[in-house]
């Protein structure tokens, strides 16, 4: 069976009646991860309540290698990966006008979640390559909305095995190829990154059993 990546981008809200995230994402699924990664996508809903019980459904599902979750930054110049998830402070309305009754991910959570990721790592490297002119930046605060909500959810829900990557609007400046492309690199170069840890695992204990 292949390892399944699951990717995520948001439907419409506020003044994005076309969200950029999941174009980017339908742009990148035209293209797929490679024939070893079964690569699945979803249009997440603007909405507090269903992200909330349906990222959990996704990774109980699916028990992906790795979720991704697309988000537009409305003030973004470029594709931003986010390192950190909160787990309060939601207090900005979703599309259905509602909050978290406690203003948060999940009750008596840490405060913060950290990707097992490193974002500054995988940022170097895909800086490295040939991206179509697209940097890509590290942020730490991804924003208290829907975005740091479903990214807090799915680290809590996947022991750390997510990411959130902010696109900018379309063609402000970035095309939707050109978005969906560079998404492709950034979810190839954390896939990298992943089989590095498991290798580096492996071989501690390999070294563990000959010592002992």
């Not at 909050?99 to 895909?126: F, H, N, Q, Y």
């Not at 498991?198 to 501690?204: A, Y």
Request: glycine share 8%; proline share 5%; charged share 25%.
């Amino acid at each position: 069976m292949l390892p399944i990546v699951f990717v995520t981008g948001f439907g419409p809200f506020a003044e994005h009646d076309v969200n950029a995230s999941w174009v980017a994402v339908q742009e990148m699924a035209k293209v797929g991860l490679g024939e070893d990664i079964d690569l699945r996508v979803q249009e997440l809903p603007v909405e507090y309540e269903t992200v909330k019980q349906g990222v959990p459904i996704i990774w109980k599902k699916y028990k992906p290698k790795l979720m991704v979750h697309v988000g537009v930054h409305g003030l973004a110049k470029t594709i931003i990966l986010e390192q950190i998830a909160h787990n309060s402070g939601y207090e900005r309305p979703d599309v259905q006008c509602k909050c978290p009754d406690s203003k948060c991910c999940v009750d008596e959570g840490d405060d913060k979640l950290v990707s097992l990721l490193d974002m500054e790592d995988i940022c170097a490297r895909v800086n490295q390559t040939e991206t179509e002119g697209t940097p890509v930046v590290v942020s730490y605060d991804a924003g208290r909305y829907l975005c740091d909500f479903s990214y807090y959810t799915s680290l809590h829900c996947g022991s750390g095995n997510a990411a959130f990557i902010h696109v900018p609007p379309l063609d402000k400046p970035f095309s939707a190829q050109v978005l969906g492309s560079t998404l492709r690199e950034i979810i190839l170069t954390m896939l990298e990154c992943l089989r590095e840890k498991e290798e580096e695992r492996g071989n501690v204990v390999g070294h563990s059993l000959v010592k002992s």
